[in-house]
Structures are given as C-alpha cells and as structure tokens.
Nanobody
C-alpha cells in the first residue's frame, strides 16, 4: 500500500514556474513507476510525465516537453515536477500516481495508487 500526497500547486502568471512535489509512504518507493497526470475542468484526465523505476528514464506528453521536468529522490520517497514557461492551458488539478508492476507509463488505468491532487492555475 502506498499513500501519495501532492504539494506545491498555486496561482501563477503565464510564463512563470511552479514546482510540484509528491511524498510517498512505504519502504518500496523505488520499485514504483511514478507519474504525473492532470485534469482540467470538463476534460479527461491526461498524462503529463513519468519516471521509470530504475535508472533515469523519463517520459513526457508532447504538450509539456521542453517545459516540464520530472525527477525522483528514492532516498526521500519523493517525486517532483518542475514546471516552467507555464501557459493558461496548463491550468488543471495535478495528480501524482504510482504503478507497482506495469510499464505503460502514459495510461492512467495502469496506475495503482493516486494522490488527491493539487490545483495549478495559470493566469494570462
């Protein structure tokens, strides 16, 4: 069982930056594929970024590539999402997710555990 708690959301102007963090409970954090997803009002939840279990492989949605960076610290049981050059269309609730066994990093149905989310609002 893994519990995930996101933090770092808020209101920022277009072009600004935010850093989201996700703290995970448990002693097997390093064995989970970690992902970030987001859901804007009236839209489906969508993949944002993911970090592999081992090594430093990272994956990004085309819409955030070059602007967002995902990182993890297995010693601290945390995964972060650095978001730069934010746009109004990045406004959404951002969710941290953990996948114990799967490898389909961009499919939300593959993830086993989810945080409650943190709101990110980008004003124009």
């Amino acid at each position: 069982q893994v519990q995930l708690v996101e933090s770092g959301g808020g209101l920022v102007q277009a072009g600004g930056s935010l850093r989201l963090s996700c703290a995970a409970s448990g002693r097997t954090f390093s064995t989970y594929l970690m992902g970030w997803f987001r859901q804007a009002p009236g839209k489906e939840r969508e993949f944002v970024a993911a970090h592999s279990r081992g090594g430093d492989s990272t994956y990004y949605a085309d819409s955030v590539k070059g602007r967002f960076t995902i990182s993890r610290d297995n010693a601290k049981n945390t995964v972060s999402l650095q978001m730069n050059s934010l746009k109004p269309e990045d406004t959404a609730v951002y969710y941290c997710a953990a996948d114990r066994y799967g490898s389909s990093w961009n499919l939300d149905e593959e993830y086993d555990y989810w945080g409650l989310g943190t709101q990110v609002t980008v004003s124009s």
